[in-house]
């Protein structure tokens, strides 16, 4: 996963500049799919394809043509066992909410997941995956919360998942017209992270013309800081205002993860 909010509409790949080489790369490991989330103006667009970023020339050519401040940009790594279908790649984008959504993990309670969301939302499903389940479930909390604050629906989507699944990773990242929103929120008992310390970390760069955020994996640019497990990171469009929030203060007592 990797998120990006710049000053004014510069292309993507001048502000990451040779490092993009090093994410890309890791689509060689993540190489089920691929999918970019941007804004032009207040209009969300997106492309996507299930097929190897590192070796697909519209991947390419998209990530070059962008001109925008704020976008994201997802490598899949499917789970055992799931299609390699479009449906199923990321970003998610519900374009009656301008937002787009991608995540990084596995959800356990796949059903129980399922069962949250309305049967009314649950018409807009595609794939098969538990990230769009996750992904729906979030829009079904802003519906019924009609917030402002999409870090309050966030928020709140992440209590009540706490309480009603087991999960790897509910790391995400979220996009509207207004502010990116990356969470780092992993079990560090879950086999991926004990096969592999620092998986699930989230990272993000600040400079005064841009802020980046991603996953882990390859070396971002500039000055680096670490998120921090169960944590929220708000980036706002325009300005690049930033603050990090601690999600524990949002959680019950009682958090359930499995392995």
């Known amino acids: 996963m990797l998120g990006l909010v710049t000053k004014g509409r510069s292309k993507k790949i001048d502000v990451i500049n040779e490092s993009i080489k090093d994410f890309n790369d890791l689509s060689h490991i993540h190489s089920d799919g691929w999918g970019v989330a941007w804004f032009e103006e207040d209009m969300i667009k ?10 697909s020339r519209l991947y390419c050519d998209t990530l070059h043509s962008i001109k925008s401040d704020i976008l994201m940009t997802h490598l899949r790594k499917a789970d055992p066992g799931m299609p390699n279908l479009l449906q199923n790649s990321h970003p998610f ?20 997941l399922r069962r949250l969301i309305p049967e009314s939302i649950q018409n807009y ?3 098969d995956t538990d990230s769009e389940l996750f992904f729906w479930y979030i829009v079904s909390i802003a519906k019924l919360e009609k917030s402002n604050s999409w870090e309050d629906i966030l928020k709140s989507a992440l209590v009540s998942l706490h309480k009603h699944i087991s999960f790897s990773s ?11 929103y990356m969470i780092c929120d992993f079990n560090p008992e879950s086999s991926q992270a ?27 640019p500039g000055r680096v800081y670490q998120l921090g497990n169960r944590k929220i990171i708000t980036i706002k469009r325009h300005t690049l205002e930033y603050h990090t929030s ?13 392995n």
């Open 93 to 112: 984008v519900y374009k009656s909410m301008g937002i787009a959504f991608m995540h990084n993990g596995l959800i356990h309670d796949k059903e129980e």
């Open 125 to 127: 499903i595609k794939g």
């Open 170 to 180: 509910l790391n995400c990242c979220l996009i509207t017209k207004e502010a990116l």
């Open 194 to 220: 004990l096969q592999n310390p620092g998986y699930y970390e989230i990272y993000y760069s600040i400079s005064p013309e841009s802020v980046i955020v991603s996953s882990s994996g390859w070396d971002i």
């Open 246 to 258: 601690d999600l524990l203060n949002s959680f019950s007592k009682h958090v359930q993860y499995s």
């Open 46 to 55: 997106n492309k996507k394809a299930p097929e190897c970023a590192v070796s």
